[in-house]
């Protein structure tokens, strides 16, 4: 499943916030558990560097969850500070019933991707 968020603010409140709300909108609308990831890749771009989401993502249940952060590659500038997630998820849906989650100013990128009832910016 993929997901985006832009961050407010510039410290680990603002990210814990964000990356609560971004996994749990995710296994939300899914149906799913954090026992049900395989595997959760973050992407940080460079106007986030130093900040740390696999940590936010343990302080919220994902401590056996496999986690990785790795750097944005560039390039996509539309939305600043935009935290990207890639989860790995065990299950026996197929791809056109995975639902992702794009929140706040990340909608822009796949507007074709928002959840319904996903929280508006």
Not at 46 to 63: C, H, M, S, T, W
Not at 106 to 120: K, T, W, Y
Request: proline share 7%; glycine share 10%.
């Amino acid at each position: 499943m993929r997901g985006a968020t832009s961050v407010e603010g510039g410290g680990e409140p603002e990210l814990q916030v964000a990356v609560a709300e971004l996994l749990a909108q995710i296994l939300a609308h899914n149906n799913a558990r954090s026992v049900d990831i395989a595997a959760v890749i973050f992407t940080v771009p460079d106007d986030l560097g130093g900040i740390n989401p696999a940590a936010a993502a343990r302080a919220v249940g994902f401590q056996s969850v496999p986690l990785l952060v790795v750097r944005e590659h560039g390039g996509d500038d539309r939305v600043a500070r935009c935290l990207r997630v890639l989860v790995l998820l065990n299950t026996t849906r197929t791809q056109d019933q995975i639902v992702h989650a794009y929140l706040g100013g990340a909608e822009l990128l796949r507007p074709d991707l928002v959840a319904p009832g996903s929280p508006r910016p």
